[in-house]
């Protein structure tokens, strides 16, 4: 029985005890004392461990659920788990902050270089022939409608180059923005046609450099490109307002989902 195993919580002070419950629990899964899928003690086992009400840890475990760290369910297993790394829940708090903080899109863009330009050079040392394999399947996948979305292609590209990076957390940080660089795309590629395949000439040779493992011009061809973007997303903004376009304001496409 749970509640015959060792205490895993302390004691705490009343005065503080919703979040000091949800400190302690939080501590505890990020330690890996327990790991996504493991469930969590009772809410009974946890009050008592806690010295608190069973109200204040129900309270503890619906913030957490709300931040993404647990899920709570219900039936015959139910219970409070600790739950899977979810980046669609990270990609809308990003995406929210970055509204409301007013950011724009050649700030997105400036960000984006320093992300995508080490992940260039990552992927000329480590992209194996499978990365190298999925970098050539979007660049010719199909680019023009009906059939193709040029946006959705040139983001696969980026997606694919940043897995090739094969850096947990540049990736983690690269899906966590993606739906607002596909706001960008969307847009850009809907107002100016010619940047399909202006796009997928620099793609091609981004392919050649990394898979030549000619980190240096792969970086450099990345910071290029993405200066291109730059320039695009500030000749947007420039026409269509001068204090530049939010993500999440004048695009309208999701925050979170996207096509990672």
Same mark, same amino acid.
């Given at each position: 029985?749970?509640? !015959?195993?060792?205490?895993?919580?302390?004691?705490?002070?009343?005065?503080?005890?919703?979040?000091?419950?949800?400190?302690?629990? *939080?501590?505890?899964?990020?330690?890996?004392?327990?790991?996504?899928?493991?469930?969590?003690?009772?809410?009974?086992?946890?009050?008592?461990?806690?010295?608190?009400?069973?109200?204040?840890?129900?309270?503890?475990?619906?913030?957490?659920?709300?931040?993404?760290?647990?899920?709570?369910?219900?039936?015959?297993?139910?219970?409070?788990?600790?739950? !899977?790394?979810?980046?669609?829940?990270?990609?809308?708090?990003?995406?929210?902050?970055?509204?409301?903080?007013?950011?724009?899109?050649?700030?997105?863009?400036?960000?984006?270089?320093?992300?995508?330009?080490?992940?260039?050079?990552?992927?000329?040392?480590?992209?194996?022939?499978?990365?190298?394999?999925?970098?050539?399947?979007?660049?010719?996948?199909?680019?023009?409608?009906?059939?193709?979305?040029?946006?959705?292609?040139?983001?696969?590209?980026?997606?694919?180059?940043?897995?090739?990076?094969?850096?947990?957390?540049?990736?983690?940080?690269?899906?966590?923005?993606?739906?607002?660089?596909?706001? @960008?795309?969307?847009?850009?590629?809907?107002?100016?046609?010619?940047?399909?395949?202006?796009?997928?000439?620099?793609?091609?040779?981004?392919?050649?450099?990394?898979? @030549?493992?000619?980190?240096?011009?792969?970086?450099?061809?990345?910071?290029?490109?993405?200066?291109?973007?730059?320039?695009?997303?500030? *000749?947007?903004?420039?026409?269509?307002?001068?204090?530049?376009?939010?993500?999440?304001?004048?695009?309208?496409?999701?925050?979170?989902?996207?096509?990672?």
């Amino acid at each position: 029985m749970q509640s !015959e195993q060792a205490a895993v919580f302390a004691p705490i002070r009343p005065v503080r005890a919703s979040s000091d419950v949800i400190a302690q629990i *939080r501590r505890a899964i990020l330690s890996g004392q327990f790991r996504p899928g493991d469930r969590l003690p009772t809410e009974r086992d946890m009050a008592q461990q806690f010295g608190v009400s069973r109200v204040t840890v129900r309270d503890a475990l619906r913030a957490l659920e709300a931040n993404g760290l647990i899920r709570v369910k219900v039936g015959g297993q139910g219970g409070p788990y600790v739950s !899977e790394p979810d980046i669609a829940l990270l990609s809308d708090s990003i995406g929210t902050h970055l509204h409301l903080r007013g950011t724009t899109f050649e700030e997105l863009a400036e960000a984006r270089q320093a992300l995508e330009t080490t992940a260039a050079h990552l992927a000329a040392q480590r992209a194996t022939a499978e990365d190298l394999a999925a970098l050539e399947a979007a660049i010719h996948g199909p680019m023009q409608p009906p059939d193709g979305d040029p946006a959705a292609s040139s983001l696969d590209f980026h997606t694919a180059l940043v897995i090739a990076a094969h850096n947990q957390a540049l990736l983690a940080m690269f899906r966590a923005t993606r739906a607002l660089i596909q706001q @960008a795309f969307d847009t850009l590629h809907a107002q100016q046609p010619d940047m399909a395949d202006a796009a997928r000439k620099t793609h091609g040779e981004l392919y050649t450099a990394i898979a @030549a493992h000619d980190a240096e011009h792969a970086a450099a061809l990345m910071g290029s490109h993405l200066e291109e973007f730059a320039a695009r997303a500030a *000749r947007y903004a420039a026409g269509n307002s001068p204090e530049g376009t939010r993500p999440g304001e004048n695009f309208g496409g999701s925050r979170a989902g996207g096509r990672a």
